[in-house]
Nanobody, 119 residues
Framework: QVLLVESGGGLVQPGGSLRLSCAAS????????MGWYRQAPGKQRELVAT???????NYADFVKGRFTISRDNAKNMVYLQMNSLKPEDTAVYYC?????????????WGQGTQVTVSS
């Protein structure tokens, strides 16, 4: 099992920046990939960005050029730097960790952190 705890959310004006952090603990197996997803009210959860254990990244089109995901394996941390924020970025942001054990995928989720972009 993996425990994930997010931090760094809050209220920011359009055009502003926030940095989300996610700390992973209680790790019994190697984490293969980590990522950030978000869910706005009335919408499904959607992928924002992912990063693998070899630092390969993937971004949703709507954040490319604005958000950057990074990872510190030594500290079991993953970060999401969010710049040029827009009101439509308002959502609960969830940290995700993927563990592969004998070919079986296991997903773990944090409790989420609220990001609100508003003037």
């Amino acid at each position: 099992q993996v425990l994930l705890v997010e931090s760094g959310g809050g209220l920011v004006q359009p055009g502003g920046s926030l940095r989300l952090s996610c700390a992973a603990s209680r790790i019994m197996y190697s984490i293969n990939a980590m990522g950030w997803y978000r869910q706005a009210p009335g919408k499904q959860r959607e992928l924002v960005a992912t990063i693998t254990d070899d630092d390969s990244t993937n971004y949703a089109d709507f954040v490319k050029g604005r958000f950057t995901i990074s990872r510190d394996n030594a500290k079991n941390m993953v970060y999401l730097q969010m710049n040029s924020l827009k009101p439509e970025d308002t959502a609960v942001y969830y940290c995700n960790a993927v563990v592969l054990v004998v070919g079986q995928r296991y997903d773990f989720w944090g409790q989420g952190t609220q990001v609100t972009v508003s003037s």
